[in-house]
């Protein structure tokens, strides 16, 4: 009789931790739906504004959407809700549950652009690069910010998309000259999407506030060295040796060049 009743129990036991899993897994699918059906939304969006020939890139204004529906004070209330609750996410380290409450935020008030940028920032800072590229490119329509564009920049840079990263860094630098990074990362996505002679021209400017920089001089030393302007690219890496004297590598290569100039 106790053998039968432990059997009993223990069924019970696994029935509850079937039925459990069951309702987290559905739930965790629910989630995951509503994430990818957000994000496409918006990809659908880019696209439709793209197709109606919007300029997003090289300083072009962009073309504002019309906004339509109003939204009501408790909307606003309840979307101010849901975004400070992502900020308390995120400040205890809950980036998946952050990315929740953004996402019903922006559900509840869809104009909050504010919280559309934080959540494309969310997304760079996670590495999710594909989901910033949309998040920033719908940002992008309804206000010129140069972080966004900057930000953007990297998201195609790390997608290895660099004409593109080219395009939104120019727009980021265009509209904050007065700052070096701005050159630093033009002068990079250049470099990588093999415009040499442009690349030189901006991290030279960068670089020229930037002194001891030796990451920026030694892509600027190698932009040199694609156009076949030896001499500029050994007074570059000799930049680089006085700041790091011990590096073999560049010491091989003020080697080879002196070779080649004998």
Not at 195 to 200: D, I, K, S
């Amino acid at each position: 009789m106790l053998t039968f009743l432990a059997v009993i129990y223990a069924l019970v036991l696994i029935g509850s931790f079937i039925v459990i899993c069951g309702v987290l897994g559905s739930r965790m699918l629910l989630k995951n739906r509503s994430v990818r059906k957000f994000v496409r939304d918006i990809e659908k969006r880019i696209k439709s504004a793209e197709d109606k020939k919007v300029e997003l890139n090289e300083g072009a204004p962009a073309k504002k959407p019309i906004q339509t529906g109003r939204i009501t004070s408790v909307q606003l209330q309840k979307s101010r809700s849901f975004f400070h609750g992502a900020e308390r996410a995120l400040a205890r380290g809950k980036t998946e549950e952050a990315e929740g409450l953004f996402i019903q935020a922006l559900t509840v008030n869809p104009h909050a652009n504010e919280i559309r940028a934080q959540l494309a920032k969310l997304y760079l800072t996670l590495g999710r690069d594909q989901k910033a590229e949309a998040m920033y490119k719908e940002v992008l329509q309804y206000c010129e910010d140069t972080s966004c564009y900057s930000n953007l920049g990297l998201a195609y840079y790390r997608q290895q998309k660099f004409a593109l990263a080219c395009e939104a860094y120019a727009a980021a630098l265009e509209r904050d000259q007065a700052n070096p990074e701005r050159l630093a990362a033009l002068g990079r996505a250049l470099f990588a999407n093999n415009r040499f002679m442009e690349a030189a021209e901006n991290l030279e400017k960068a670089t020229a506030r930037l002194s001891r920089n030796t990451e920026l001089l030694r892509i600027l030393a190698e932009s040199y060295m694609q156009m076949g302007d030896t001499p500029s690219a050994e007074e570059t890496y000799k930049k680089i040796n006085k700041l790091e004297p011990y590096d073999e590598e560049v010491k091989e290569k003020l080697s080879a060049l002196a070779g080649a100039n004998v």
